[in-house]
């Protein structure tokens, strides 16, 4: 089993192990990462009195985070455990009259499973024993059923059966035959056949039924209408649905009789629905798909009488994540991306937008993306993952366009009396074109600006995706280390726009390249940066730019590329999401125009290279494979240049997704640094 030891001895395999800078004893540790919690999923309670969040924690002995059910008023009093025990429990949602509260758990070790509280005895009991996990639970309006979305499998292919093989003999196991499009899939690994479907179940227990079927995907969020006859949802039940990842309608699903209706019709995708508190309208999310590698979500309105529908916030030009009702019919909630910022504001349908508040985040302890959500009350009361740059999520709450307000601290304790990083805002020019960048720096602990440090360049993935000034684990560790830590928002990332995003549409890697050089010097024009000990590291699209840019510069004393793309055309054939990456980061089809594929690949810049460089991915990658790591690393050797190749057992994408995992990636890149960082 990979371990928190065993990782520590993979970091010994490269150099001493790290230690925080001299003189710094209340630094922050690589074994803090265990200490860290998270207030995540925080669920209002119908009336806006108390709200239930999933406490999340690093237990050290199973080397897993786990999950406990945590109650707190709104006001910040009466903080107390609801579900705790030794399996994981999430999935909480409030019944509508407040008094039981719906979630999901493994408890029992029978699975991952329906269960109930009722909040006035405090008593639970488990309603279902399924075989799949259940997902999206929603209640009925008058508290009688609650309806979920589970994998149901199908028979798998067969081509020919095998012969009887004699009693008692061991053969080998069976061959398994592939004839889906979507075989695998990143942190799950091969499929099992079958599809998503939605069910109902009584909220007494007993026997779930399912209303969806066809080999259809059906899940994501959903509404009941107000008489409870029937489920809205977003599918794509297109005939060749596979081959159109981005699209999805609205649909009707009457819950007696199992009858769809389709409820929109575009090009584009529609999802998330939510229906007004006096049932006349729909509000959802979905855009008009051009194509492109990045598109401006809107929010929708539909009138359920006449279907008219309403665009609301249209020059709004940002990823809105999320859309709910604001207790009243003629208001909602919606979240969205900001520079680098998560935002909670309140929309008017007459279309007139007030920020509430933009410190929502910390959900994400790895790297500082922009994370965290929020659930709203009949009066109007919302909760929230509230972050900041030096905590992870503790739980807010709000109310309109009042002042919002923090209520728990739960890292008080580990991280009070610790020397944690502030995230400082800086923006510059590119040296491309004069295009405005921003990007943060999180300084060692003592920081002495009459000093030179070290600094280390680190580049988000995506490449659609935003940093900002979140808690960062991985910073932190950096930063303790000795090192000034630059992360960027180049162009091609989310919070700035469409145009701003899509100045890499069909070009990536290309001039984030030089957004990135310019905020390397924009740092060093500071005045404490030694400039002969830079250094840069970044997954996923960041570890597509990290090679990138050492196949482009020599000014680095060291990479490390993490889970990266090299070969655009190997990856395009090879990866989980192939139909999505070959129709919107392309114009074609690797055979139809492989120099397309081979000019935006890091493999081709190869032969330039001259950085030692490190390359670290999880050997269950389906997302950025394996192998795309060991094509750089094996040209690197070929090239007799210093690299190293660093495989992550049992790891999917996600690297950090244990906290071993998290502590041996941050640990091993700081060794590989150590190793050419000059005195």
Request: no cysteine; charged share 20%; net charge negative.
């Given at each position: 089993m990979w371990n928190c030891t065993r990782?520590?001895?993979?970091?010994?395999?490269?150099?001493?192990?790290?230690?925080?800078?001299?003189?710094?004893?209340?630094?922050?540790?690589?074994?803090?990462?265990?200490?860290?919690?998270?207030?995540?999923?925080?669920?209002?309670?119908?009336?806006?009195?108390?709200?239930?969040?999933?406490?999340?924690?690093?237990?050290?002995?199973?080397?897993?985070?786990?999950?406990?059910?945590?109650?707190?008023?709104?006001?910040?009093?009466?903080?107390?455990?609801?579900?705790?025990?030794?399996?994981?429990?999430?999935?909480?949602?409030?019944?509508?009259?407040?008094?039981?509260?719906?979630?999901?758990?493994n408890v029992d070790d029978r699975g991952p499973q329906i269960h109930v509280m009722w909040m006035d005895t405090g008593r639970s009991g488990a309603l279902t024993n399924l075989r799949h996990s259940p997902g999206n639970l929603t209640w009925s309006p008058d508290g009688k059923w609650i309806a979920f979305s589970m994998f149901v499998p199908r028979e798998p292919s067969s081509l020919a059966p095998p012969p009887a093989?004699?009693?008692?003999?061991?053969?080998?196991?069976?061959?398994?035959?592939?004839?889906?499009?979507?075989?695998?899939?990143?942190?799950?690994?091969?499929?099992?056949?079958?599809?998503?479907?939605?069910?109902?179940?009584?909220?007494d227990g007993g026997t779930p039924r399912q209303i969806t079927s066809g080999e259809y995907n059906h899940g994501g969020r959903m509404a009941w209408t107000p008489d409870g006859s029937s489920l809205i949802f977003g599918a794509n039940r297109q005939d060749d649905w596979i081959y159109d990842p981005m699209e999805s309608e609205l649909w009707s699903v009457d819950v007696a009789s199992g009858e769809m209706t389709q409820l929109t019709d575009r090009n584009g995708p529609d999802f998330a629905p939510t229906i007004s508190p006096d049932g006349s309208k729909i509000a959802y999310i979905g855009f008009d798909d051009r194509k492109l590698g990045y598109h401006s979500r809107e929010v929708y309105v539909m009138d359920r009488r006449?279907?008219?529908l309403t665009v609301l916030a249209r020059d709004l030009d940002r990823e809105i994540d999320d859309v709910q009702w604001a207790g009243n019919s003629k208001d909602l909630y919606i979240l969205y991306d900001d520079q680098g910022d998560k935002v909670i504001a309140s929309?008017?349908?007459?279309?007139?937008?007030?920020?509430?508040?933009?410190?929502?985040?910390?959900?994400?302890?790895?790297?500082?993306?922009?994370?965290?959500?929020?659930?709203?009350?009949?009066?109007?009361?919302?909760?929230?993952?509230?972050?900041?740059?030096?905590?992870?999520?503790?739980?807010?709450?709000?109310?309109?366009?009042?002042?919002?307000?923090?209520?728990?601290?739960?890292?008080?304790?580990?991280?009070?009396?610790?020397?944690?990083?502030?995230?400082?805002?800086?923006?510059?020019?590119?040296?491309?074109?004069e295009l405005e960048i921003q990007g943060w720096i999180v300084k060692p602990p003592g920081f002495d600006a009459s000093k030179r440090y070290p600094l280390i360049l680190e580049i988000h993935g995506g490449p659609f995706a935003t940093y900002g000034p979140h808690f960062s684990a991985e910073v932190q560790l950096y930063a303790a280390a000795g090192y000034v830590v630059l992360y960027t928002n180049p162009r091609g990332s989310t919070s700035y726009g469409a145009d701003f995003a899509n100045e890499i549409h069909h070009n990536y890697p290309g001039q984030d390249?030089?957004?990135?050089?310019?905020?390397?010097?924009?740092?060093?024009?500071?005045?404490?940066?030694?400039?002969?000990?830079?250094?840069?590291?970044?997954?996923?699209?960041?570890?597509?730019?990290?090679?990138?840019?050492?196949?482009?510069?020599?000014r680095f004393a060291a990479a490390v590329v993490a889970k990266p793309v090299i070969n655009w055309i190997s990856w395009a054939l090879t990866a989980d999401m192939y139909t999505f990456g070959t129709q919107y980061w392309f114009a074609d089809l690797p055979w139809e125009n492989p120099d397309a594929y081979w000019a935006?690949?890091?493999?081709?810049?190869?032969?330039?290279?001259?950085?030692?460089?490190?390359?670290?991915?999880?050997?269950?990658?389906?997302?950025?494979?394996?192998?795309?790591?060991?094509?750089?690393?094996?040209?690197?050797?070929?090239?007799?240049?210093?690299?190293?190749?660093?495989?992550?057992?049992?790891?999917?994408?996600?690297?950090?997704?244990?906290?071993?995992?998290?502590?041996?990636?941050?640990d091993n890149i700081l060794a590989w640094f150590a190793r050419y960082r000059s005195e």
């Open positions: 990782a520590l001895l993979l970091v010994a395999a490269l150099s001493a192990p790290f230690s925080p800078a001299a003189g710094e004893d209340n630094a922050f540790l690589n074994t803090d990462v265990f200490e860290l919690e998270v207030a995540a999923n925080p669920q209002i309670s119908p009336d806006g009195s108390r709200i239930a969040y999933s406490r999340q924690s690093m237990d050290i002995m199973t080397d897993r985070p786990v999950s406990n059910i945590w109650i707190v008023d709104a006001d910040g009093s009466n903080h107390r455990p609801l579900l705790t025990g030794t399996g994981s429990f999430g999935g909480q949602t409030w019944s509508p009259g407040g008094d039981r509260l719906a979630y999901v758990t093989k004699p009693e008692g003999a061991e053969w080998a196991p069976p061959v398994t035959v592939i004839e889906s499009v979507q075989y695998r899939g990143d942190g799950a690994g091969f499929l099992d056949a079958g599809d998503t479907h939605i069910f109902v179940l009584s909220a006449s279907g008219a929309l008017s349908l007459g279309g007139k937008l007030s920020r509430i508040t933009d410190d929502v985040g910390g959900v994400s302890i790895g790297r500082p993306y922009a994370s965290g959500g929020f659930s709203t009350a009949n009066n109007g009361a919302f909760a929230y993952s509230s972050g900041r740059s030096n905590r992870p999520a503790d739980v807010g709450v709000g109310r309109g366009t009042r002042e919002t307000r923090r209520i728990t601290d739960l890292n008080a304790d580990a991280l009070g009396h610790k020397s944690v990083g502030e995230a400082e805002e800086i923006r510059w020019k590119s040296s491309a074109d390249y030089d957004d990135l050089m310019s905020g390397v010097d924009a740092v060093i024009a500071r005045g404490y940066i030694d400039e002969n000990n830079l250094f840069v590291t970044g997954g996923s699209g960041g570890g597509v730019l990290s090679a990138w840019i050492v196949g482009k510069t020599d935006r690949s890091p493999l081709s810049l190869v032969g330039n290279v001259e950085t030692p460089t490190a390359l670290l991915t999880g050997e269950q990658d389906h997302r950025t494979p394996i192998t795309e790591s060991e094509q750089y690393y094996q040209a690197l050797k070929l090239r007799k240049i210093d690299s190293a190749l660093i495989r992550v057992p049992e790891a999917s994408h996600g690297i950090a997704g244990r906290p071993s995992h998290l502590i041996a990636k941050a």
